[in-house]
Every structure is written in structure tokens, then in C-alpha cells.
């Protein structure tokens, strides 16, 4: 029986659990995933599990996605670059940590078919989605990055490795196609987003990484100014794809009855 896992804290709502179990048992594995809450001192033990073979796979969440870094034997190229990590597995007797958030954000986008080529980006937020968020948008070729986040000095961090982005001051609109919340103003539903939208025309694409609420403020008032808009739904169940098949060599389903298991 293989042993999967998501660590997080907190962790009760994470929806990983249901997903990737469904998965399992549509392609018939021998397999169960649990959710586990920690804390960050138990990190360590937790990781050497994997090294002795005692758990298949790990899904990282908040807060931990970067302070399991020091536990791991090797990054992917993914995860060295966002200091990010959300998918831990064996592989030749070493522990490697990558990031699918990268893929999941990527195919959501071309879910979407909305011609993200040329186009300029804003990203609210600088917290740990956000490397994530750059890597895709660089590999699928968008002309240019702004960052806004309420503390700048966040901002300024992304920018030593990202030399590319541009900081805009919390509070401004500057000329953009598509906006991406990043951060988690809106996982309540008292918060809003404060945005000039006498600067917005229809044209711009809204995006937002939550997808539960499935519609945040920042989506239904764009949805009102007439904009398109698309949550984090797809972004989650393509990372989460991502994880499935490197543990277990299978490609799982993205259809409808997985879209609806998440409502
Ligand atoms: P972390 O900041 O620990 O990486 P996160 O959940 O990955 O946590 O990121 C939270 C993001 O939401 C950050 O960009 C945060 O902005 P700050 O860096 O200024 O904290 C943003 N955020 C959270 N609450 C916010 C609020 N009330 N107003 C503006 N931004 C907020």
C-alpha cells in the first residue's frame, strides 16, 4: 500500500485529500493520502520517512513550501529557482523536492485559451505563489511583469531574482492585460482589492489563484465591469495532476466530474 500526504497547517480545509484519493481509486492503486498538520520542527522526521521508503510522497502547503528546503537532498530546477516546494519524492535513494505549481499555473492559463503572448502582467502579491507565478509567465512569453505588494520590501526580495519585474506601489493601476491575485485577500469574504477602475476597461483578464470562495470580491466586481475572469480552480487540479503522475507514473483526468468534486 503506498502512502501519500499533504503537510500544511492549517491543513483541515486542503481538498488535496479528496482529488488525488478519487484518482487513486479510479486507476485501481494500492494507495492512500492522507492530510497531516504540522509543525515546522517536525519537518525533519517527517522528510526522512520518505527516505525510508515508509511514505511514497509528500504535498507541501502553507507555510512550508520553502522551510522544507534545508531537509531535502536535491531541487529541481523548478524549485531551486522559486525557493519553492510542493511535491517531495524518492528517486535513486534521494529525496528530491520539486515545484508543479509552476505546470499548474501554466495549463490553467492554456485551459483557458486566453493568448497570453505579448502581454503585460500584473501580479498582486509577493508571497510564496508568486516565484511560481514569474517562471510560468516567462515560459509562456508575456512582454513584461509588474509586481505590486503591500509590504515593498517583499517586492524588492522577487526582484534579486527575478531582475525582470517591475515594482508598482500598493494602491496603483498601472496599464495592464491580465491581473493576477496572488495574494490572500479574499479567502474572506469581507476583503476587497482596491483597484482604479477607471483605469480598466473590459479588455483585461482577471485572474485569481483562490478558488474557494470559488468567486472572491476582486472576480465578481471585474465580473461586473464586464471583465473576464477565472479562479484558481484549474490551477490547483493541474498541480495536483502534475504530482499524481510523477508518484505514480499514471496521468490522471482532468474532467468535469474532478471539476465538480472541488464545488
Ligand atoms: P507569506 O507572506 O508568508 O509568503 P502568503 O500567504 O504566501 O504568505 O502571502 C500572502 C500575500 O498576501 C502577501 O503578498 C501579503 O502581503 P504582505 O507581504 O504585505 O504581507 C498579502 N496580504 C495578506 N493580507 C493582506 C492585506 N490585508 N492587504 C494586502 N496584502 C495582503
Redesign the pocket.
Known sequence: MKKFLVIGNPIEHSLSPKLHNYWIKSNNLKAVYDKKKLEISELENLIKEVKEKKIDGINVT??FK?SVIPFLDKLSNEAQKTQSVNTIYLRDGMVIGHNTDIEGFELAIKNTNYDIVGKNILI???????PSIIVALNNMNVKKIFIS???QS??ENLKKTFNEIEIIE?GTTPDFDMVIN????GLKKN?N?ILDYSKISSEQFFYDVIYNPSETNFLQSARKNGNRTENGKKMFLYQAQASFKIWNNLDPQVDEKVMELLN
Open positions: 502553507v507555510p520553502n498582486l502579491g509577493a508571497g510564496g505563489v508568486s505588494n503591500r509590504t517583499k517586492a500598493w496572488a495574494t490572500s485577500l476583503e482589492i
